[in-house]
């Protein structure tokens, strides 16, 4: 055990941002499409320091097309850490305190086994070789880097949308090991209406000439349009009607005119074709097709045959779950849903609807709200598990 402890070095206390930290577990994965993945990886970054206890450690899930590098700086983009105005010594996720773990989920592309790692069978690039994955397997391969850490029992597990699948999935099959949960912006199952937006996305890169039916790193160039395409389409899913009109209206893009051709002239345009550019510089289309597939297999009641409550059955965690109104893909109701099935099972559960026009997204910005609800959330689970005040 101490080996393990002394895997963290002082160094990556001291520098959170220094690079992509990787483990290596010597088992193989086991798949839910029922084969094994051997050897794979996970990416991870962690901050503050455990306890002695191993009683302190916070795992944060990420969403869709999210990173490891949840509080510190994005060696890709050079932009702050997704949640780091939330995370930090002295902030409401307090460092100084707990024990953060952030893994790149397996599937993904920034240091995690994903189809753009190389296929030991082949020497190349898994491209569409690689098995489906499933939420359940991204947190298979999470609870093997916290048995890495030596640590039993997450005193917390949060996480939005594709992170939440995660927290849910956390509690339901490894309930033993987590103290508290809080779910954002997420639901049990990916909606008809979710897997129809991602279905376009993943159209829209496979049409893509470049895609090279997933081949596309032997040949140079990557599908960039049709993964901007895809980003395009699902960005307005996470935002809502009010915001988008609040933020553009019918406003014109440095123009005083409309030009009567097919230029951004509006804001919205220009807004939407910048959200699909940047996201292909960093993100992996092939990547984009697995996640999405991974949320849209995702359905926690099926898996526990067909009664959602049956998932939590016997649960001891604490849970919060918190949904935004302006939210059109995680709308509250999937989040009630879910309370009605941990009522059922006995759970000890709270619930907060944030009144908000920002959508789906809302769990990324600054929203006091939210803050104050996982601020609230935590602390009192953390003196329930005599972590102190
Ligand atoms: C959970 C995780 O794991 S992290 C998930 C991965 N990360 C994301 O999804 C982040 C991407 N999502 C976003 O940026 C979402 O819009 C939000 C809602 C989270 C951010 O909202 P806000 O902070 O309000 O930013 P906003 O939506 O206004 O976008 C700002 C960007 O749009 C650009 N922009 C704004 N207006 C225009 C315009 N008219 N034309 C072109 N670009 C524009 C800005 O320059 C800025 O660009 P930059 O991000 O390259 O600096
Ligand atoms: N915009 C976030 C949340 C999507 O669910 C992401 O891209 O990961």
Same mark, same amino acid.
Request: proline share 4%; hydrophobic share 40%.
């Given at each position: 055990m101490a080996a393990q402890r002394a895997a963290r070095t002082k160094d990556e206390a001291d520098h959170p941002s220094s690079p992509v930290l990787q483990f290596g577990p010597d088992k193989p994965l086991k798949l839910d499409a029922g084969t094994l993945l051997s050897p794979f990886q996970i990416a991870y970054q962690t901050y503050g320091t455990l306890n002695d206890a191993r009683s302190n450690a916070i795992l944060v899930c990420h969403a869709l097309t999210g990173d490891q590098h949840v509080a510190n700086t994005n060696p890709v983009t050079g932009k702050p850490g997704w949640w780091e105005v939330l995370i930090g010594p002295g902030k409401i996720i307090d460092t100084s305190r707990f024990f953060v773990i952030c893994s790149n989920v397996v599937g993904g592309c920034l240091g995690s086994t994903g189809p753009a790692s190389t296929n030991p069978a082949t020497g190349k690039p898994y491209g569409l070789d690689l098995p489906i994955i499933t939420i359940r397997d991204m947190v298979r391969a999470q609870a093997m880097l916290v048995d890495h850490f030596g640590i039993e029992k997450l005193f917390c597990v949060l996480g939005?949308?594709?992170?939440?699948? $995660? +927290?849910?999935?956390?509690?339901?099959? /490894?309930?033993?090991? +987590? #103290?508290?949960?809080?779910?954002?912006?997420?639901? !049990?199952? /990916?909606?008809? $209406?979710? &897997?129809? #937006?991602?279905? @376009?996305?993943?159209?829209? @890169?496979? !049409?893509?000439?470049?895609? /090279?039916?997933? %081949?596309?790193?032997? #040949?140079?160039?990557?599908?960039? %349009?049709?993964?901007? +395409?895809?980003?395009? !389409? !699902? /960005? &307005?899913?996470?935002?809502s009607e009010a915001a988008l009109h609040r933020k553009f209206g019918r406003n014109l893009q440095d123009r005083e005119a409309l030009t009567f051709g097919f230029d951004a002239d509006f804001q919205i345009e220009s807004y939407l074709r910048h959200q699909g550019m940047t996201f292909v510089d960093r993100f992996d289309a092939n990547s984009y097709l697995y996640l999405t597939r991974a949320m849209d297999y995702f359905d926690l009641a099926a898996d526990h045959g067909g009664r959602l409550a049956d998932a939590f059955a016997g649960t001891r965690t604490r849970f919060c779950l918190v949904s935004f109104t302006s939210d059109w893909l995680f709308p509250t109701e999937e989040s009630r849903s879910i309370v009605h099935a941990l009522n059922a099972a006995g759970a000890s559960v709270s619930f907060v609807e944030i009144e908000t026009d920002r959508g789906h997204d809302a769990f990324l910005l600054d929203e006091p709200e939210l803050f104050a609800a996982i601020n609230g959330f935590i602390a009192s689970a953390a003196r329930a598990r005599g972590l102190g005040a």
């Open positions: 939005g949308s594709m992170g939440g699948m $995660q +927290v849910l999935e956390w509690a339901a099959s /490894h309930s033993e090991r +987590v #103290f508290c949960a809080l779910p954002i912006a997420t639901g !049990a199952r /990916h909606s008809s $209406q979710n &897997i129809a #937006f991602h279905e @376009v996305g993943r159209q829209a @890169v496979m !049409a893509d000439p470049d895609w /090279h039916g997933g %081949k596309y790193l032997d #040949f140079g160039k990557r599908p960039e %349009k049709g993964l901007a +395409v895809a980003r395009m !389409a !699902a /960005h &307005i899913t996470y935002l």
